[in-house]
């Protein structure tokens, strides 16, 4: 069962831009600050890759394809973490999936995970 809720995929032409949000809702602020977060991304037919993570102490780290384009952040008081992704492509199509890992420097976010929002982008 996905314990982080994800939102703000959808239908956008090539160039346009989406946010897309991930919370927890159950933890408290002390733990959503110790954690590592990530964006991940699954094709129709490949497999699931990393698009970007944040590691507790803010460090950002991006998938060659999508530097420049997408940035990782946080907002602390909503305790949420976001994908900014601009000058999108059709091959951005993917479904999304948030993760968080309980060590804060964790390179690959596993330890928990939302259920996958929908990416699409029209040529």
């Known amino acids: 069962q996905a314990r982080l809720e994800e939102s703000g995929g959808g239908l956008v032409q090539a160039g346009g831009s989406l946010r897309l949000s991930c919370r927890d809702p159950r933890i408290i602020l002390s733990t959503f600050w ?6 991940y991304r699954q094709a129709p037919g490949k497999e699931r890759e990393l698009v970007a993570t944040l590691t507790s102490g803010g460090n950002p780290n ?3 394809s999508v530097k ?3 940035t990782i952040s946080r907002d602390n008081a909503r305790k949420t973490v976001y994908l900014q992704m601009n000058s999108l492509k059709p091959e ?4 999304y999936y948030c993760a968080a890992d309980q060590d804060g420097a964790s390179a690959l976010p596993t330890d928990y995970w939302g259920q996958g929002t929908q990416v699409t982008v029209a040529s």
Do not use: L, M, N, S
């Open 92 to 95: 951005d199509t993917a479904v």
């Open 62 to 64: 991006y998938a060659d």
């Open 34 to 39: 110790a954690r590592a977060w990530g964006w």
């Open 68 to 70: 420049g384009r997408f």
